[in-house]
Structure formats: C-alpha cells, structure tokens
C-alpha cells in the first residue's frame, strides 16, 4: 500500500475512533435520570447480584433514559439508620436493608423476623410478590414523610438457621443454656429465651474471636454466612436447618426520584424491581448448594428437624408472638396480615399440587 493510501486510512480510522468515543461520551451524558444506588455489601453479596440485574435491565428498556451507579461498601453511608436518612434527604436514591437494619425507624419491619411463619420459599416469595409488601410501603411512605419507597423485598442470605460449636440441636431442650449471638435487638433477644438459650449480644466483626473463645457457643445465620466468614474454623461444627426466618431485604427508593419519572420510566423501574427481586429469591439457593457441601467437608454436621420437631420449635417460640404484639405499635395488625398472607399462600400452593400431582 502506498504512502498516501496509508495516510488516508489512518485518517479516516482515527475519525471512526473519534465519532465513537463522542458517541458513547453522547450515549452516557443523554441519561435524564440519574440513580446513585447503595448497598453496605460486597460484589460477592446477593444484594450485589440484585443490582447489576437492575441496573442493565433499566438502563437497557429505558434506552438509556436512567443512569444507575453502584456504590457498594460504606463511601455514600454507613448504616440503615444513615442510608435510610439519605434516600430520605434524596443523596441517595436507592438502598438495601435488613429489617434489622430499619427497625429503629420503622419498628414494624420486624414482622418480618417472626418466626416459623412463612414456611418455605415458595411461600415466602408469594407472600413477598403480593399485598403483604404493598401495606408496609405505605406505612414506611407515611412515616418517612412520603420520602421513602419501599419498592421490593429479596432475599439476602437464604434463612436464618440455629449453628453452634456444642452439639446437634433436634428439639427446643437441646438449646438449653447454649450462649447464643444476637444483634442488639429485642426481638432476636426474645427468641432465644423463648427456646432456652442464652442471647448474647456480639458485633459482627467480633463474632469468630468469640466463637475461638466461648464467649458465645452459637448463632443464627445463614449458610452463606457461615461459611463466608470462615466460622468452622472457629469451632462452628452443628447447623439445625429450622429456617426459623426468612432473610428479606428490604429495596428502598427515595420517592421524589421515583415520581418525578414519566409514568413509563416508572413502570421500567418498577419491573426493574421486579427482575431485581427474581435475582436475590435464586442467588442464595445457588450459592448455598456449594456452602452446605464445604460445611460438611469441614467435618461439619447439618440436622434437619422433622415435621414434629419443627412444630415444638414453633410451640416454644409463641411468647416471640406476644412480645412483637405487646411492644410494637400495630403488631397485632402487622403480625395478622403476615399470617394470612401466608396462609392465602399455603392455599394456592396446595390447590396447584392438587392439580400438578394428577
């Protein structure tokens, strides 16, 4: 090829290269909505794999219209008290929290740490996907000062199960006097007292040092999260999988940025939940598959409670009931409306076994 050949060729990509770059740096700029979106996790989180589902699926069936960026860690806030303050005051747009982490603010949350109420996962998705979600966005819309959106709830961790470093728990006796880690909440707190043991309040970050230690004997996680964290090393060596709870999490979204949309940019954030929500109910059943299997590989042992053992857990945990009716504002209401959700739930899933089993 001759001199000037080559010359004009290389002209004529460098202005390709240059229309491109003006054309993405255009592409990027053109979004006319911009979400900064939090969660106080890790890219090896569900809540992460939540996000990146919605973020390309809004972007993408907005043509480009919503911008969303990911802040995951502690750059933007720190806490649910702190993130929720920030979706409220708008410098945040969208957060993640456990009801654990939103108790103080919306105390009724914790309907959602009642235990032995939602049966399985079928059900739990069901209850979550329906009505039951509906009420407790306009009770957080009414006490945030029509700030706060709760859009969808997930799952972040799979259920919550009873582990310690003593011995297979089978019944509510074998609890008897075994020191149990809980967050600093009542709730938690109660349930454990209800089953026998003793709770014992630790921080997250020191809970393998007290595991090494004896300064607690047990917890109540998820799989996920013990093995995460490395906890059979420390001694972690038995899990009863009572699924005792269901681990939401809860989607906020501050609701100036949600309305100030056009109705069809709502309704792709509202289906961008919904892909969202999809994405945490099947991470935590993927990524628990390989969590049971490295558990037992570690010489851990893993129970599972028969249908009889599992209604003496849920017979001792009644007091849990009463605490959450007699403490927090409508928890008689909120308590109802979870146990009829789910009981609608049982229904449908028994009639379609009726007609599926044939």
Known sequence: MGKNKKSRLYKIMGLMILFLFSFNVATVGAASFNLRAVANSNENDEDYDGLIVFKD??????????????????QLCGNGTECIQAVEDG?????????????NMYPYVQVLDLPYLLRDDR??????????????????????????????????????????????????????GLKIRTV??????????????????????EL??????????????????????????AGLKYVTLDGHAYMGALWYMNNDAFKGMPE???????DGFDALQQATFASPKRKSIQAYSDFKKEGGTLYVPTNEEK????????P??????????????WLNLLKAEAEKAEAAVASAHAKDLQ
């Open 208 to 233: 393998f040092t007290s595991f090494q230690t004896g300064v607690v004997e047990g917890s109540k996680n998820g799989i996920t999260d013990i093995m995460g964290m490395k906890f059979p090393e």
């Open 320 to 333: 849990v009931y009463g605490w959450f009716e007699s403490n927090i504002k409508d928890g008689g209401k």
């Open 311 to 318: 209604a003496q857990f849920k017979k001792a945990a009644e």
């Open 123 to 176: 059900i739990a998705e069901a209850v979550l996907k329906g009505d039951f979600t509906r009420e407790l966005r306009k009770a957080i819309l009414a006490d945030s000062d029509n700030k706060v959106r709760l859009m969808a709830i997930g799952n972040t961790g799979g259920w919550r199960n009873f582990a310690n470093t003593k011995r297979t728990v089978k019944v509510p006796g074998d609890m008897k």
């Open 264 to 270: 069809d940019l709502r309704r792709v954030v509202v």
């Open 57 to 74: 699926f809004v972007e993408a069936r907005s043509n480009g219209q919503i911008a969303v960026e990911l802040f995951i860690g502690t």
């Open 184 to 205: 600093v909440a009542d709730l938690p707190q109660a349930l454990v007292k209800a089953l026998g043991a003793s709770p014992t309040p630790i921080p997250w970050p």
């Open 91 to 103: 410098s945040v747009d969208i957060y993640i929290s456990t009801s654990g982490g939103a108790a």
